[in-house]
């Protein structure tokens, strides 16, 4: 079987780049060893986020640095025994984190970003989906007065500099927003750019289903067992026999490393663990827009099953066990925010956010591989950037003229060794 190009894996990513390189005029197979959208797609907090634009870094000061050393945060929490392996790539992640450098990723970030919402407004026009996609952004609350003084005027500031719509929020304006907010929430930001999905995986199914439905070949099969042939990519497949195509792209999220480290490629991906749970409420609770605490490090956002609560980042190996910790801390915390009800799953739900140090993905071909393309590493930005992503490594396969400057995500920049 025959194609102009095999993409490896089908999640938000790995679809969108299947998509617009099948509207270039590309024969593609998308191919997973499970159903489209059922990884990280999945999981998420289903932020469509314009406005997060100061890319996620790793905490710089001392004073910081030592509140995150007590490893009592909700927000972040490693796993001790993990710390020597990943120490490489944490120490790595700090150094991109100061203040210039993160400045300039930023920067960097800024022109998928100021794309996102246009791109997924056109494929959720197409696969029949919009229905899923809410306006009307996201609420930043807080529950202390002196973390709430300094988030506004911190909004004020990145507002101002990168013109995102906002409105700072005192109790009788935010109670108005959301009605059944806890009396302990003291104020809040409203970040009306973003939008927000009421169930990310029946999303990513829809945009799958739009590549189906205009000929693409949806396949399983384990992307592991790619090799570089003569005339291009090869990969063999027990019900699909051999598939070979001049171009293959790695789009496998958090278990992109493990393909490209057996192909002798160096590229520093580390994952960010994080659970969900979702939680019963009352009706006349449900907030109508998704609710992030920042201090505490998790997001409420009202889905088709409940409120899921999506929490921060845990350091910890690739496949160690779930650990309830973190989630039992975000859990106490949100309910000081809504008056939420039982869990609702048999278990946390645990995925991996696949990330890089310098807060940016790759998006490219990789150097001296003829047809091997890149697309993966966006970290919290998966589902926000999938879209644009994919129409810009499709661009830059095809020949066309790409939407944006793709140097920034090049693989290049990632030396060898």
């Not at 609702?344 to 071909?365: E, F, K, N, T």
Request: charged share 20%; net charge positive.
């Amino acid at each position: 079987m025959n194609y102009d190009t095999l993409v490896l894996g089908a999640g938000i990513v790995g679809i969108c780049t299947a998509l617009h390189l099948q509207r270039l005029g590309q024969s593609v197979a998308l191919i997973d060893r499970d159903g489209p959208g059922e990884g990280t797609s999945f999981g998420n907090a289903g932020l469509i986020e314009r406005s997060s634009v100061i890319p996620h870094a790793f905490p710089h000061g001392l004073g910081r640095l030592l509140r995150y050393a007590a490893n009592r945060r909700s927000d972040v929490r490693y796993a001790s025994g993990a710390l020597p392996r990943l120490a490489p790539w944490l120490a790595r992640y700090w150094y991109h984190s100061s203040p210039s450098r993160l400045a300039a990723a930023a920067q960097m970030m800024l022109p998928l970003l100021e794309r996102c919402l246009d791109e997924h407004a056109e494929l959720t026009r197409e696969a029949g989906c919009a229905a899923l996609v809410r306006q009307g952004g996201w609420v930043e609350v807080y529950r202390d007065a002196g973390e709430l003084d300094l988030a506004q005027a911190q909004a004020t500031t990145v507002g101002a500099l990168f013109s995102l719509d906002f409105e700072l929020l005192e109790d009788e304006a935010l109670r108005a927003l959301v009605p059944s907010i806890e009396p302990a929430v003291v104020g809040a930001v409203h970040w009306r750019d973003p939008h927000s999905v009421s169930d990310p995986g029946a999303l990513v199914k829809a945009y799958a289903a739009l590549f189906v439905a205009r000929g693409g070949a949806l396949l399983r099969a384990d992307a592991m067992a790619l090799r570089q042939a003569r005339d291009g990519w090869a990969l063999a497949s027990e019900q699909h026999g051999e598939l070979r195509a001049a171009n293959a792209v790695i789009a496998l999220g958090p278990h992109s490393a493990a393909l490209t480290g057996r192909l002798g490629l160096s590229i520093p991906l580390a994952v960010k663990r994080g659970y969900h749970m979702h939680y019963a409420i009352d009706e006349r609770s449900v907030p109508r827009l998704p609710l992030l605490d920042k201090p505490g490090g998790y997001i409420l956002s009202p889905m088709t099953r409940g409120v899921r609560l999506t929490t921060g980042v845990e350091f910890a190996a690739f496949d160690a066990p779930a650990n309830t910790i973190q989630l039992d801390r975000a859990e106490a915390l949100a309910r000081r925010v809504l008056p939420l009800g039982a869990r609702l799953d048999a278990a946390p739900w645990l995925g991996r956010r696949p990330a890089l140090p310098d807060m940016r993905p790759v998006i490219g071909a990789v150097p001296r591989y003829p047809g091997l393309w890149l697309n993966f590493g966006h970290a919290h930005h998966g589902l926000t950037l999938g879209p644009i992503s994919g129409r810009l490594l499709a661009e830059l396969i095809t020949g066309h003229a790409p939407v944006v400057d793709p140097s920034p995500y090049a693989p290049v920049r990632f030396k060898r060794g």
